[in-house]
């Protein structure tokens, strides 16, 4: 079999098995809902509560479908358009890379102080506005216009990570939501997303293909950023965090973000919850980086079916979706029977993906056979899947609603210190290295996360049951 062919083989065999565990989950969400009368509903309070989360979800994932999907489009082809299209050396793309983690990292702290002082929406609309210009800044091939894309393009990832997850929890809250229907629009937009970005990769690869140009999937990105700026603005309402909506003198937020680090301090849920997002998070980005130049080094292809092979690990990610709403949905039904807690859950899942993840990226270092390397990769983009809702749901439920865009931005700092101190190695001659640092971090978040979040999680759990009940 040739190589190509492998790749397009293994698309449509993910595609297959997707489309099944969708089904076999649409079943499953149908029978659940069939057990649940319409008496029991409006016993329990939900009723209402069902309708808000319908009318959310359907608001939050068409905007979130749109978004994601300008991000992905991108994603195949960055490495590509620098190396090979441009002609830039391997280290000056790391610069370019750097240029933009450093970018996120310096406005992440800001980027969440503003979401919550001056409005989450407010922010997803300045997200368009400067991830289009990132866009038009990507299309010149002169170096100082494609630096000032990278920053744009990093302060534009900050905002993409934090406010519009912001403005979800708290919608949700304002709404009434529920928590497990929370947790299944979560679950729905990881899914999404996975769909989304496996229909990105096959455009992007079209439009390659047709214009002959790495270029060309930036500027339909930037189109779709132009109808999520209409679509938000027209859908969403504001929603703040403490002290939102008001004046303040006090630009750069230095006494709020003291405030928000003086809360992480104290509490070590916080600090390991922040050490999770920085090791996974940190370990995505650097594999965004590495894992075209690790496929590459031992194919016999002149070129990569690169679109092929992300729509695969897109289509990974979905499963992981899959495998988390199912593995949810179970663990909710037990919780009624005295199982465990929505949240020590949500901290066991966190604990097995870093676990998980570490094992792939240590057999992709391991393996040198090109197709075993594409399958640990996919492992790890399955892994990915489960992590957004995971973390997602860890963050809503940990983080109070007045810092909560503050503290996720808080956390991406030692994030991209991270991945910037990775790709300043100098990622071509320590690509191993980098993979396998990557692999050790998260298997000590998985420990940490396993003594501390999973151990005290039954006890928070009942801690925040008797506060609502009061």
Wanted: glycine share 8%; aromatic share 10%; hydrophobic share 50%.
């Amino acid at each position: 079999m040739r190589v190509t062919d492998f790749y397009e083989l293994q698309l449509i065999i993910l595609a297959i098995v997707c489309c099944i565990g969708l089904l076999v989950d649409r079943q499953l969400s149908r029978a659940s809902k069939a057990k649940e009368t319409a008496d029991d509903r409006l016993e329990n309070g939900r009723q209402g509560s069902a309708t808000a989360a319908a009318a959310l979800s359907r608001k939050y994932l068409l905007v979130y479908a749109i978004v994601m999907g300008a991000d992905w489009l991108q994603g195949p082809y960055v490495y590509s358009l620098y190396r090979e299209q441009y002609g830039f050396p391997e280290r000056m793309v790391a610069v370019f890379f750097v240029t933009g983690f450093l970018s996120a990292g310096l406005a992440a702290p800001l980027v969440g102080v503003w979401a919550d002082q001056h409005g989450r929406r407010r922010l997803c609309l300045a997200f368009c506005i400067t991830y289009i210009a990132a866009c038009a800044c990507i299309a010149i091939p002169y170096t100082p216009i494609l630096l000032l894309g990278r920053l744009m393009g990093g302060v534009s990832t900050s905002i993409l990570f934090s406010a519009f997850e912001s403005w979800l929890i708290s919608a949700s809250t304002s709404s009434g939501v529920a928590s497990s229907d929370l947790s299944t629009i979560m679950g729905r937009a990881t899914l999404l997303n996975g769909l989304v970005a496996t229909g990105a990769g096959v455009v992007s690869n079209q439009l390659v293909g047709v214009t002959s140009s790495f270029v060309s999937p930036f500027i339909a990105s930037a189109a779709l950023l132009i109808l999520a700026w209409v679509v938000i603005r027209g859908t969403w309402t504001e929603n703040y965090g403490s002290g939102g909506g008001q004046a303040d003198s006090d630009l750069f937020q230095v006494k709020r973000l003291g405030q928000a680090w003086s809360i992480v301090k104290r509490d070590p849920l916080l600090l390991v919850l922040g050490l999770t997002q920085t090791c996974f998070e940190g370990s995505m980005y650097l594999f965004v980086f590495l894992w075209v130049p690790a496929l590459q080094e031992h194919t016999m292809l002149a070129t990569l079916p690169l679109g092929y092979i992300f729509s695969s690990f897109m289509i990974s990610m979905m499963l992981g979706s899959l495998c988390y709403t199912g593995v949810t949905s179970i663990a909710a039904r037990n919780a009624s029977r005295g199982g465990d807690s929505s949240l020590t859950v949500h901290a066991k899942l966190s604990s097995i993906v870093c676990a998980v993840s570490a094992m792939s990226l240590a057999a992709s270092v391991a393996f040198r056979d090109e197709r075993k390397r594409f399958f640990a990769f996919c492992l790890f983009e399955a892994c990915v899947g489960v992590y957004y809702p995971v973390q997602g749901m860890l963050r809503g439920t940990l983080i109070s609603n007045e810092h909560r865009a503050t503290l996720s931005a808080l956390f991406r700092i030692p994030l991209n210190v991270f991945v910037v101190v990775s790709l300043m190695t100098g990622v071509s001659s320590a690509r191993y290295a980098v993979l396998t640092a990557s692999s050790l971090v998260l298997s000590f978040s998985a420990i940490m996360t396993g003594l501390v979040i999973v151990q005290r999680s039954e006890e928070v759990a009942q801690t925040q049951n008797g506060s609502s009940a009061h």
